[in-house]
């Protein structure tokens, strides 16, 4: 139906109007603005399902559909255009899932830590909503500014001396990746003469020989403005230490943010640099693959290092990133398939692991973790065998102990990618593309950077285990002081949904990944996106 079409504006004009309306409130009046804000955010959740189902269109419809909504009914590429496709939808529904999570889980006392928290998230999920509906460079820009301008106030949330130190660190990294981001965009509105992305993909080819360096440039460097935000190594030094300090329901938010790099980067590499794009088809995938499997290997060590759990979430963000990176710098469309599907359940566990950490920390003494640490190292030579017959032998858990102990237990398989979970259905998926890319049949020649990216998949999700089963045993096993922990259902309840809807993603994997592998070919078939922007005929390198 014609009202439909609408329904892509309201991500973007839902949450600009609920935060502009929750600055009018009283900050006194938290319950009121937290209704208020978890209200819009439900909303906004069932309005990107309804977008993904219409993305998706009828069972056995078209593999490339797409639409696209002129604001202001601007002819393209001169209007402000934003496009829905099935990779779209599936991001705004996934930033919506995080959001509502989020946002219950601070109501218990985060969205009271400081002045605004609730104005703050509309606004980060409007730039979010921007980021993922748009079709042109420009306003990519627009909404990735006002992403971050509301992410530095949520990082800040709280304050607090270290969460400062590292937020003013995160300003300054995400404020140079902007002027980056500027650069870029100048020098290919300079070559190519337009920022509608579908206009770039059909004037690209057509680019004169001697601009083609100049293109070349600023697509390098927009690109590494991207890079940065989605934590390829070595440009990732600053996210453990941010995402650590964050509060948790912001920290849960905030991992959704490194996708908005990837998501970039994987809608221009097969839109502007397909196979059918001449010269420049490529360019950068070395890059990304490579640069993938750098940060693979980075955060895998920095994994093993980790003593602290916020850094070792922080560190599964990376190992998340580098794979995503990886998969789309391969660029086949079985292998971005399975990386789809590793993208929704990598964001959950982790988000899920981020409020689980501050729930296990109160059942922790201050020192419990430099005690650990020590005993780890030079052994607890206290009682070495010798049996006390006269002591419990077993103690029962409390009941919060043992669902924050199942909940970590379920985070870590999902995180080392182990059977049945979603982890290992997504894992599969991206080996068996990159090892058998032609499907059933003879096995192809495997380059060697195909295996090692498989080596440090497996390598990879083996560290995510030994690292989560070393803290496991130090919080839930061989504590040194038992404290029973004060949680609350609002604290636990989204918790164990990102984990449900993890089971659900692997009980669900072949509608899953039915619908990623259409977004994947949709995606390595960018004719529909054009045309749904552009319009039929639209001759190449001529606006309309």
Known sequence: MEWTRHLLIVPILLPLIT????LLIDELRHTLKALLSLASTLLLLVTAIALMRLADGVPGGSAALSSSY????????FAIVLVLDRLSALMLTLTAVLAVASLVFSTARWDRAGPHFHTLLQFLLMGLGGAFLTGDLFNLFVFFEVTLAASYGLLLHGSGAFRVRAGLHYIAINLAASLLFLIGVSLIYGTAGTLNMADLAVRLPNVPAEDQALLRAGVAILGTAFLVKAGLWPLCFWLPSAYMAAAAPVAAIFVVLTKVGTYVLLRLTLLLFGPE???IAGFGSMVLLWGGMGTIAFATFGLLASQAMGRLAGYSVLISSGTLLAAVGIGDARVVSGA?????????SVAALFMLIELVERAREPAA???AVTMEAYGDETDKGEEHEDEEVGVAMPGALAILGISFGCAALLLAGLPPLSGFIAKFAMLTGMLNPDGLGAPPAIPGRIWLLVALVILSGLAALVAMMRSGIRIFWAPLEVIIPRVLVVEVAPIVALLALCMVLAVQGGAVLSYTDAAAQALHAPSSYIQSVLGAGHPPGVSR
């Open 19 to 22: 935060g502009a309306a929750l």
């Open 277 to 279: 794009t001449g010269d």
């Open 369 to 371: 973790d430099l005690l």
């Open 70 to 77: 002129a604001v202001a009914n601007w002819p393209a590429p």
């Open 340 to 348: 789809l599907f590793y993208l929704v359940s990598s964001t959950l």
